[in-house]
């Protein structure tokens, strides 16, 4: 009987050192057998005879892959090498852009692999190239910025790797714990409209407040037809442009990749991790999920300061593989950022 596999191979070309999903390969005999040999030469895994679940994992960031330290815990970077030395590589899909945390937490990741940004706004190649791009509508971020200053509420624009703000204050100071691109105090918003894409923008003020006049910005900007709203931290409104998410774009990076939904492991915490959760064969939440990523989730682990991300990917990746895991437990909880 043939065994049917999915081999990951290097990519040359302006994919360089990108691991790419293939379709499935039959392997018959021993000579075949060595050329589906795993990426990682320590181990040698070649193609085994029983079947596994899951081709890819997805994960958000905040919240989820690191704990509210903005750390990676020893025992989730284990739990993340394990899998890649089955063959099963990990891809980020965070609402986050491109910031000083890349070089702290990728790198840990295993082979660069493209990943999902921004809410879905932005794909990256491999080697840091845009694969994808969406920005929001002149028209959009003038009303944005325009009902913002009514509000009386911090606002932060967001294009690629910089967020500006007219002014940085104690809410967009918020974000730099999270190591993401420093805002910058640029003065009137209106003056870049038209001069700079803008894939977002973020409303920022107590959770309190965001509650009293989420209401109102949706209808105002057309939640639902104009732009989408979300929130992946409490207190942080995220106007995208319409039909946008993050489980869009991960339904483009796995077409890119020609990895079916039901083959992928996804994990996460907020709101806007609902369209991945709910697209995917097994999507799990943390323990310290939102209601909304809590309804759309499969299962529930651990939080983000108790190795969540080690607990699923141990349970449903590693131990069907034979694998344990050796690095030690997290203990006591952080307190959460601002």
């Known amino acids: ?35 589906f040999r795993r990426f990682n030469s320590k181990r040698k895994i070649m193609c085994q005879a ?50 000083p945390w890349c070089k702290k937490v990728l790198p840990k990741l295993g082979a660069p692999m493209p990943g999902v940004y921004m809410q879905g706004l932005l794909i990256y190649n491999a080697d840091g190239t845009i694969m994808h791009e969406e920005s929001l509508s002149e028209d959009l971020v003038r009303e944005t910025i325009t009902l913002a200053k009514e509000l009386g509420i911090t606002l932060t624009l967001y294009t690629y790797e910089r967020i500006l703000a007219e002014q940085t204050n104690a809410d967009s100071d918020r974000l730099l714990p999270y190591e993401d691109p420093t805002p910058e105090s640029v003065g009137d918003l209106e003056q870049f409209v038209g001069k700079l894409a803008f894939q977002k923008c973020i409303m920022i003020a107590s959770e309190q407040r965001i509650a009293e006049v989420r209401d109102q910005i949706a209808e105002r900007l057309g939640d639902g037809k104009r732009t989408s709203l979300t929130v992946a931290i409490a207190g942080m409104l995220e106007i995208l442009p319409a039909g946008a998410s993050k489980g869009k774009g991960v339904d483009q990076l796995l077409k890119y990749l020609d990895v079916k939904p039901e083959r992928v492991l996804a994990m996460g915490d907020g709101e806007n991790d609902k369209v991945m959760l709910q697209m995917v064969g097994l999507g799990v939440a943390m323990g310290n999920a939102s209601k909304a990523c809590l309804e759309a989730a499969d299962v529930q682990v651990s939080s983000n300061d108790n190795d969540g991300v080690a607990e699923a990917l141990e349970k449903y990746i590693l131990e069907p593989a034979g694998v344990r895991l050796t690095a030690p437990k997290s203990s006591a909880a952080a307190q959460p950022l601002p």
């Open 50 to 99: 029983a079947e596994r679940r899951f081709d890819l994992v997805t994960t958000d960031v905040d919240g989820t892959l690191l704990s509210t330290k903005n750390e990676l815990s020893p025992r989730n970077e284990e739990a993340i090498a394990e899998c890649i030395k089955l063959g099963i590589p990990v891809c980020i899909a965070t609402g986050k852009a491109r910031g």
């Open 1 to 35: 009987m043939n065994d049917m596999r999915y081999v990951i191979l290097a990519k040359s070309g302006s994919f360089a050192a990108q691991l790419r999903v293939l379709r499935p390969q039959s392997c018959t005999n021993p000579s075949q057998a060595t050329h």
